[in-house]
């Protein structure tokens, strides 16, 4: 019998009002993969995202994580899977650590196993030197971390960010980076959301682009992208041309 995928997506679809903000998007992430979702801003990607993991209801479609029904079976799926959305809200006064704290128990864990990974995570990521400092005081960088150490905390196999990198500073974003690949080294999944090209072939080896709500094309990076760069490619595919090429007439 055929392992199921990390991630595996079905027709899933999202009406606002008169606008089809995710038109029957198929995907599927396989087992082990660093999978990168790239768009443009209002493409879909963040919609599509947060119905993959059971954060808003589809009007139509399924998303199941390593076989688990997001909506029949959602305790199953959401022990499998870690989630950093995109503007998440977390208690702001509280610490780093008490986040982690808070967190975990909620999750079930015991209170020497969630002391013990919140000790690890705050190190690996760089954050035990502000242990006393408040999550109202943190830097974007610092705020974008622990949204990863909550995603970790409870040891997911996979882990579905949506602009992980997203006004990040170079070091901030190196540890990131770093923590990402090992993820995937020990076996982990990661599926990522971006609208930066370099990033995505910096890092994904499967990519899928989406375009007005629907997935453009999807597949191995090297399949997709071809002979040119990513951004190339992109371009091609949604039609865009830069303002820029056009100029501006005063100049």
Known sequence: MTPSPALEISGLSKTFGEKVAVD???LTVPRGSFYGLVGQNGAGKTTTLSMAVGLLRPDHGTARVFGADVWT???RA???VGVLPDGLAMPERLTGREVLTY???LRGLTKDVVAARAEELLSVLELDGADKTLVIEYSTGMRKKIGLATALLHAPKLLVLDEPFEAVDPVSAATIKMILRGFVAGGGSVV???HVMALVEQLCDHVAVIDKGRVAVAGPLAEVRGEGSLE???????GAVPAGARGLSWL
Do not use: A, I, T, Y
């Open 73 to 75: 079976d959602p305790s």
């Open 78 to 80: 959401k022990q499998l």
């Open 192 to 194: 990522l959301s971006s």
């Open 232 to 238: 190339d490619r992109f371009v091609e595919l949604v």
């Open 103 to 105: 967190l975990g128990l």
């Open 24 to 26: 029957h998007v198929d």
